[in-house]
């Protein structure tokens, strides 16, 4: 796995892919969260001025963010039946790997009864990925799930963590043949603190209490699924996809500063990772921000760059992160996701390029990086800001489902042979 090029720090075998999310991308889900996007989709268009007005790209955006559709998944970007014309995309860019979700309310769309030609539906995507050389990479879990599963209380219960474990169950019993790397979890603290602590997100609850149980229980369903999976498939590498965010001091000398950080590091980043260490063949890591923080861990940021969401962009801010994770756990690393939203392509080719940089620099450190996976392949469905956010290496006209690859992509491709060549 590590050998190397005589030049270049990459290991000859690198995961080059594209990330995606089934509710993202599909088209015609029921879930959880396609019912609360038709709750709220009203409000949230009436919002987007009060909202989002201060976004440098509020202009640009302004029509589609106070447009209610804009917050509906509906027909997604039709990846559900134009997956093989993505994934023909994919081997343009000369990606060799490629990280999908399927999607639980598909295959369970009733409690405990499974839905068996959707099964057949995720075995011929997994197929296509094989048949055109993408290694698959399989998300079993990205927020979304059955109504009858929220209804009961969803991860807010321990007495629920069954049900994802029986599904998880029916994933290795069907669907892991022709697998080898597969997450369990999409960012479970992202998920616990938007649900459950700052309420922005399905089910919009503000309660810390609930916010700790949901957090543990995952921890717990993660161990649980790792144990099932690696019974029925000992060669599987399994982990999770994790949020994690470069947290530095706002003053490098401030005893607050300092001591918030410290805080924020362990609670945001580590906390969970700590807890499944022993169950997990490999770390993933997710990285959008470099965030700094004053003391009561108050965020002040630097104001430019930002992408078109306002996130500030540090790019380099990944070297650090994978450094602790593989200081701390020593297992292989993938970057499961990485990207920014950035309709014009002003800002991705830079975005991309620093990102390469880091990682050649953290190989030659000694971190055992495997993969890199852009989010995104296609833009997408971008929760609760909807459709204008655009995370695509290939650029999604809605109306006419057109594909178009930008031109930072295609320097990537061209990027990528080279590494490889
Ligand atoms: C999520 C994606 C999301 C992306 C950009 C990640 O936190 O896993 O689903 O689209 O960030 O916000």
């Not at 390469?356 to 620099?361: L, S, T």
Request: hydrophobic share 35%; glycine share 6%; proline share 5%.
């Amino acid at each position: 796995m590590n050998e190397q090029h005589p030049d270049r720090n990459f290991p000859k075998h690198f995961f080059w892919g594209g990330s995606t999310a089934s509710h993202q991308v599909e088209g015609g889900n029921y879930n959880q969260w396609s019912k609360w996007e038709l709750e709220q989709a009203k409000e949230l268009a009436q919002t987007a001025h009060q909202r989002l007005h201060w976004l440098p790209s509020w202009d640009r955006i302004k029509d589609q963010a106070e447009e209610p559709e804009n917050y509906v998944s509906g027909k997604g970007i039709e990846h559900y039946k134009r997956y093989p014309e993505d994934f023909a995309l994919a081997q343009e860019l000369n990606l060799n790997a490629f990280r999908f979700g399927i999607e639980w309310s598909r295959i369970e769309p009733e409690e405990g009864k499974w839905d068996e030609a959707e099964i057949e539906h995720y075995r011929r995507y997994i197929a296509e990925l094989r048949k055109r050389k993408l290694e698959p990479f399989l998300n079993i879990w990205h927020w979304t799930m059955p109504v009858w599963f929220t209804e009961k209380g969803g991860f807010g219960k321990k007495e629920n963590r069954k049900y994802f474990e029986r599904f998880v169950q029916k994933v290795a019993d069907e669907l892991i043949d022709d697998i080898t790397y597969i997450i369990t979890l999409n960012e479970p603290n992202v998920y616990s603190s938007f649900g459950y602590l700052t309420g922005e997100w399905p089910p919009q609850e503000k309660s810390l209490f609930k916010f700790c149980k949901v957090y543990w229980n995952l921890t717990r369903t993660h161990r649980e699924s790792y144990r099932i999976l690696k019974a029925a498939k000992p060669s599987l590498y399994v982990g999770v996809a994790a949020q994690l965010g470069n947290i530095q001091s706002k003053r490098p000398h401030n005893v607050l500063d300092n001591v918030s950080t410290k805080w924020m590091r362990y609670f945001w980043n580590w906390w969970f990772l700590a807890r499944i260490k022993r169950y997990q063949d490999f770390v993933g890591i997710n990285y959008y921000f470099t965030d700094y923080y004053t003391g009561f861990g108050k965020r002040i940021n630097p104001s430019v760059p930002v992408n078109d969401l306002g996130w500030y962009m540090e790019p380099e801010g990944i070297y650090p992160l994978m450094l602790r994770a593989w200081t701390r756990f020593k297992k292989p690393i993938f970057i499961t996701e990485n990207g920014l939203a950035d309709a014009s392509d002003e800002h991705r080719r830079w975005w991309i390029e620093e990102t390469i940089v880091a990682m050649e620099r953290a190989i030659s450190e000694g971190v055992d990086l495997r993969g890199y996976f852009h989010w995104s392949l296609l833009d997408n469905f971008e929760w609760k800001y909807g459709w204008w956010p655009e995370f695509g290496l290939i650029h999604v006209d809605r109306k006419t489902m057109k594909r178009t690859i930008r031109p930072s992509a295609k320097w990537f491709a061209a990027t990528i042979k080279k590494l490889q060549s």
